[in-house]
């Protein structure tokens, strides 16, 4: 834990990539072996399952120091981090003792089940670690442990460590799967002899709020977002696999699959939908599936789960990635004519193809197959990372508006703001139109609270009026009319987005402009 | 008559007519220490330390001093005074007034860690005790005096390893050279920047063992320094005078850096080192001393007054400027 602490305090510091490349590689060399799997688990940023909730640790403290919670809210304010404020004030060890990750990692897991032996082991823990390695503990069993390394960086480290190329080592550290956490001399036995055909880089359509009507498409593809899981279906030697996005191996989660009749090494991209009475059910269903320890009978007979196929990236051995979306379409219908048994895959197909005459016809279909975007692909892009597909969707609309007053919590938050008044221009007036509940940082969350208190006008209760100098960002779904509001309208959905420190009261938008949006 | 005053001048003892580290110029002060925030110029007369006498004259030419060793007893008017060592900086102390059977102490700064500079910390026992309190908050726990020089060390061997130099910033009385010294054996030159030089060389003089060291002026280019640990001043790393040091990492070293926060940006490194107590060493000399008359000042006034008064002190806050009685 003290290396680990030692490596996540130097990593923090602004350094040169080949600089952290080499404190991650000397690290990884002086670890011994369980605490190098845990250590490369957390610095490629996959969560650990959380002991407690940061509320349930601060009762905890609160409980175990000899100091009133008035002090301990001083020490909040000095230091803008609850955990580390816990981390700092919890008094020191009089020695402090140096154990291994792996060791308290695997604590952990003997005293997960048990409330008592949770709260006796972090406070044991507490009293043997010194104060940095506490907080990276604290970090880490509250779940909210974050990597100071991309993943990059600890390929690159690993490639080193392993003595293999880079480009083997990150090939397979996205994709050989293991237990939790993975075993690093797995990664290294995998590296040597990878099987034939492994998932691919997909494609990841970007958002993009275009005007429908403004362009044609003719060459361009366009389907539904389904509402599904996206996969990659690939067959190799010895069967197949399926893959989700996340690259999660997921081929025993949908048995339904297991008599496809695909050729030899092909790899098509697509998404799996849950369908029941005809219908499409969110996707929810299929994540359910996946979460899923054991697949019955019964649950293959509840709903039916369906591959819908709109790429293909090699083709009974043949790498395709290169061609056009065009010509891969070819190989993909290709592929579902000679295919014997279709049930359960099915080939999406492009709307510009179908009855609809406009792809404004198409956009509003889309409701109707429970699907909120539509994906727009250029016919003559290859297969890579590097193409765009677009993603259109009704996007939420986001503007700015000014803080004019402050609610405090209750009880246990009575000591922050729970929801903001915004107001919009009108002439030189600010008028409150909407009301948003604040989802900031620990430290902007520290800095709001002083400013409200600094700034405070009147008070009014729990409500605290402030002079009009923050800037909120927010995300609405439209505006409507609304007689109950002072204001005359309502934001439907509105959505705190972001202090936006370095914008003015210009920048906030008029009354006049929401009218506009009443649509 | 209280025995001590709190005025907008700073402490007064109306018996003896004195200041002690009076914040305007009066006719007779009594100094606890070298520091800027303590030791001001135009008073009629000081008295102080020996120590602090001479820095006194090294930064403010200050001339007019009548100095006492620790634990000599000295009268103002019926009133006994003396200085004991507060560990602070050099030649610092804490002050004890004494009056028909009344007892006062007013600390300065002070710390407890016992570095290889200061004559380390004394607790004198009062019924009125007059504490600093910087760093009072629990959040502020300091390394033992052998941890920090073990990880000071480790920092200047991988600078050598990597032929860069070793800059470590630190105000230039009292930290430089406790930080110059911390490192037992040297594992390479030490130079210093200009002013904290001319300090050293001022202690030096007045008996003060350090290693070898040289002035680092800053205008030689040819210098390796590869090798080397550089003691810098805050400003002067700043400077221009930093110019000509080729490759070094930076470092600085207070009790600020103890939170994230404060370490972010500025030099690489932050090294948690304080001239002041920590917090339980705060509460551990409100208990030593035997006070049951607490006055806080400087710093976390508010909370560490307020938790002291959990504990069962009668414990006031004393206003950083000192323009208020107690409360
Ligand atoms: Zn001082
Ligand atoms: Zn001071």
Same mark, same amino acid.
């Given at each position: 834990?003290?290396k680990?602490a030692?490596?996540?305090?130097?990593?923090?510091?602004?350094?040169?990539q080949?600089?952290?490349?080499?404190?991650?590689?000397?690290?990884?060399?002086h670890?011994?072996?369980?605490?190098?799997?845990?250590s490369?688990h957390?610095l490629?940023?996959?969560?650990?399952?959380?002991?407690?909730?940061?509320?349930e640790?601060?009762t905890?403290?609160?409980?175990?120091i000899?100091?009133?919670?008035?002090?301990?809210e001083?020490?909040?304010?000095?230091?803008?981090?609850?955990?580390?404020?816990?981390?700092?004030?919890?008094?020191?060890?009089?020695?402090?003792?140096s154990?291994?990750l792996a060791?308290?990692?695997?604590e952990?897991?003997l005293?997960r089940?048990?409330?008592?032996?949770?709260?006796?082991?972090?406070?044991s823990s507490?009293?043997?670690l010194?104060?940095?390695?506490?907080y990276y503990?604290?970090k880490?069993i509250?779940?909210?442990?974050?990597?100071?390394?991309?993943s990059s960086?600890l390929?690159a480290?690993?490639?080193?460590y392993?003595?293999?190329?880079?480009d083997a080592?990150?090939?397979?550290?996205?994709y050989v799967?293991?237990?939790?956490?993975?075993?690093?001399?797995?990664l290294?036995?995998e590296?040597?002899?990878?099987?034939?055909?492994?998932?691919i880089?997909?494609?990841?359509p970007?958002?993009?709020?275009l005007?429908?009507n403004?362009?044609?498409w003719?060459?361009h593809?366009?389907?539904?977002?389904?509402?599904g899981?996206?996969?990659?279906?690939?067959?190799h030697?010895?069967g197949h696999?399926?893959?989700?996005?996340?690259?999660?191996?997921? &081929?025993d989660k949908?048995?339904?699959?297991?008599?496809i009749?695909?050729?030899?090494?092909t790899?098509?991209?697509?998404?799996i939908i849950?369908?029941?009475?005809?219908k499409?059910?969110p996707?929810?269903e299929?994540?359910?599936?996946?979460?899923?320890?054991?697949i019955?009978?019964k649950?293959l007979?509840?709903?039916?789960?369906?591959?819908l196929?709109?790429?293909?990236?090699?083709?009974?051995g043949?790498?395709? &990635?290169?061609?056009?979306?065009?010509?891969?379409?070819?190989?993909?219908q290709n592929l579902?004519?000679?295919?014997?048994n279709t049930?359960?895959?099915?080939?999406a197909e492009?709307?510009?193809d179908s009855?609809?005459? &406009?792809?404004?016809?198409i956009w509003?279909?889309?409701?109707?197959?429970?699907?909120?975007?539509?994906?727009i692909?250029a016919?003559?892009?290859a297969?890579?990372t590097?193409?765009?597909?677009?993603?259109y969707?009704?996007?939420?609309?986001?503007?700015?508006?000014?803080?004019l007053?402050a609610?405090?919590?209750?009880?246990?938050?009575?000591?922050?703001?729970?929801?903001?008044?915004l107001?919009?221009?009108?002439?030189?007036?600010?008028?409150?139109f909407t009301?948003?509940?604040p989802?900031l940082?620990?430290?902007e969350?520290?800095?709001?609270r002083?400013?409200?208190?600094?700034n405070?006008?009147?008070?009014?209760g729990?409500?605290?009026?402030?002079?009009?100098?923050?800037?909120?960002?927010?995300?609405f779904?439209?505006?409507?009319p609304?007689?109950r509001?002072?204001?005359?309208l309502?934001l439907?959905?509105?959505?705190?987005?972001?202090?936006?420190k370095?914008?003015?009261?210009?920048?906030?938008?008029?009354l006049e402009?929401?009218?506009?949006e009443i649509? | 008559?209280?025995?001590v005053?709190?005025?907008?001048?700073?402490?007064y003892?109306?018996?003896?007519?004195?200041?002690?580290?009076?914040?305007k110029k009066?006719?007779r002060a009594?100094?606890?220490h070298?520091?800027?925030?303590?030791?001001?110029k135009?008073?009629?007369?000081y008295? $102080?330390?020996?120590?602090?006498?001479?820095?006194?004259?090294?930064?403010?030419?200050?001339?007019?001093?009548?100095?006492?060793d620790?634990n000599e007893v000295?009268?103002l008017?019926?009133?006994?005074f003396?200085?004991?060592p $507060?560990g602070h900086?050099?030649?610092s102390?804490q002050?004890?007034?004494?009056?028909?059977?009344e007892t006062?102490?007013?600390?300065g700064d002070?710390?407890?860690a016992?570095d290889?500079?200061c004559r380390?910390?004394?607790v004198?026992?009062?019924d009125?005790?007059v504490?600093?309190?910087?760093?009072?908050?629990?959040?502020?726990?300091w390394?033992?005096e052998?941890?920090?020089a073990e990880?000071?060390?480790l920092?200047?061997?991988?600078?050598?390893?990597k032929?860069r $130099?070793s800059?470590?910033m630190?105000y230039s009385l009292g930290?430089?050279?406790? %930080?110059?010294?911390m490192v037992?054996?040297?594992?390479g030159?030490i130079?210093?920047?200009?002013?904290?030089y001319?300090?050293?060389?001022v202690?030096?003089?007045?008996?003060?063992?350090?290693h070898?060291?040289e002035?680092y002026?800053g205008?030689?280019?040819?210098?390796d320094l590869?090798?080397a %640990?550089i003691?810098?001043?805050?400003?002067?790393?700043?400077?221009?005078?930093?110019?000509?040091?080729g490759?070094?990492s930076?470092?600085s $070293?207070?009790?600020?850096?103890?939170?994230?926060?404060?370490?972010?940006?500025?030099?690489?490194?932050h090294?948690?080192?304080?001239?002041?107590a920590d917090?339980?060493?705060?509460i551990q000399t409100?208990?030593?001393?035997g006070a049951d008359?607490?006055?806080?000042m400087?710093?976390?006034?508010?909370?560490?007054?307020?938790?002291?008064?959990?504990?069962?002190?009668?414990a006031?806050t004393?206003?950083?400027?000192l323009?208020?009685?107690?409360?």
């Open positions: 834990m003290e680990f030692r490596l996540i305090d130097e990593l923090g510091v602004p350094s040169s080949e600089d952290q490349i080499q404190k991650v590689h000397a690290y990884l060399s670890c011994d072996e369980e605490s190098l799997n845990w490369v957390l490629r940023g996959h969560p650990f399952k959380r002991l407690c909730s940061k509320k640790l601060v905890l403290f609160i409980n175990h000899e100091f009133s919670e008035h002090i301990f001083q020490c909040i304010d000095a230091t803008g981090d609850i955990l580390e404020a816990i981390s700092l004030s919890y008094p020191k060890p009089g020695k402090a003792i154990i291994e060791v308290i990692l695997k952990v897991e005293v089940s048990n409330k008592e032996e949770i709260d006796h082991f972090i406070i507490w009293q043997k010194a104060l940095t390695q506490r503990f604290n880490i509250t779940s909210t442990f974050r990597s100071p390394v991309s960086v390929c480290a690993l490639a080193q392993l003595n293999q190329p880079l080592t990150t090939y397979n550290f996205h799967q293991d237990k939790t956490p993975l075993r690093v001399s797995k290294r036995s590296i040597k002899d990878k099987h034939n055909v492994l998932p880089p997909i494609i990841e970007v958002e993009n709020n005007d429908l403004s362009t044609t003719e060459n593809f366009i389907s539904y977002q389904w509402n899981v996206r996969c990659q279906l690939l067959t030697d010895n696999e399926i893959w989700s996005r996340r690259l999660e191996l997921i &081929t949908f048995p339904e699959f297991n008599h009749s695909l050729p030899k090494n790899i098509l991209d697509g998404v849950a369908i029941s009475n005809g499409i059910l996707k929810s299929v994540r359910k599936r996946i979460d899923r320890k054991r019955t009978k649950d007979e509840k709903l039916t789960m369906s591959f196929a709109f790429d293909i990236m090699r083709s009974a043949q790498d395709v &990635t290169g061609l056009t979306l065009e010509e891969r379409l070819v190989f993909l579902f004519a000679e295919m014997s049930d359960r895959l099915q080939l492009n709307l510009l009855e609809f005459l &406009t792809i404004q016809e509003e279909s889309a409701k109707t197959m429970n699907s909120r975007a539509l994906i692909k016919k003559n892009d297969y890579n590097a193409t765009h597909w677009i993603k969707s009704a996007k939420a609309q986001t503007t700015c508006g000014v803080l007053y609610r405090r919590g209750e009880g246990y938050r009575s000591n922050e703001f729970v929801e903001l008044t107001g919009a221009r009108q002439g030189s007036n600010l008028i409150p009301k948003v509940i989802n940082e620990e430290e969350r520290l800095a709001i002083a400013f409200i208190r600094e405070l006008i009147e008070r009014f729990p409500v605290y009026s402030v002079r009009a100098s923050i800037i909120i960002k927010i995300s779904d439209g505006v409507e609304s007689r509001h002072k204001c005359g309502k439907k959905n509105p959505l705190f987005l972001s202090w936006e370095d914008k003015s009261q210009e920048d906030v938008i008029s402009e929401l009218m506009n649509g | 008559m209280p025995l005053e709190f005025t907008n001048k700073g402490f003892v109306p018996q003896a007519d004195c200041y002690v580290d009076p914040e009066v006719e009594i100094i606890t070298g520091h800027s925030d303590h030791a001001r135009g008073c009629g007369h008295f $102080a330390t020996p120590l602090t006498a001479i820095i006194m004259d090294h930064r403010y030419r200050i001339k007019n001093c009548t100095t006492f620790f000295f009268e008017n019926g009133v006994a003396s200085f004991h $507060a900086v050099p030649g102390a002050v004890r007034i004494s009056y028909k059977g006062w102490v007013i600390t002070y710390k407890r016992i290889n500079v380390p910390f004394e004198v026992p009062c009125h005790f504490t600093e309190c910087t760093f009072g908050l629990p959040i502020y726990q390394k033992s052998e941890e920090l990880e000071i060390k920092w200047w061997q991988e600078n050598r390893q032929k $130099a800059l470590l630190g930290k430089a050279q406790r %930080l110059m010294q037992k054996e040297p594992i030159p130079y210093c920047d200009p002013t904290i001319k300090t050293n060389e202690l030096r003089q007045a008996g003060i063992d350090f070898p060291y002035l002026e205008l030689e280019s040819e210098m590869s090798n %640990l003691i810098g001043s805050p400003s002067a790393a700043r400077s221009e005078w930093a110019n000509s040091l490759d070094f930076s470092a $070293a207070s009790g600020w850096n103890q939170t994230k926060k404060r370490r972010l940006g500025g030099p690489e490194r090294f948690v080192v304080s001239d002041h917090w339980s060493e705060l409100v208990e030593e001393t008359n607490i006055y806080v400087h710093g976390f006034t508010e909370t560490f007054g307020q938790h002291l008064r959990d504990l069962g002190y009668n006031k004393v206003s950083h400027r323009n208020q009685q107690p409360k």
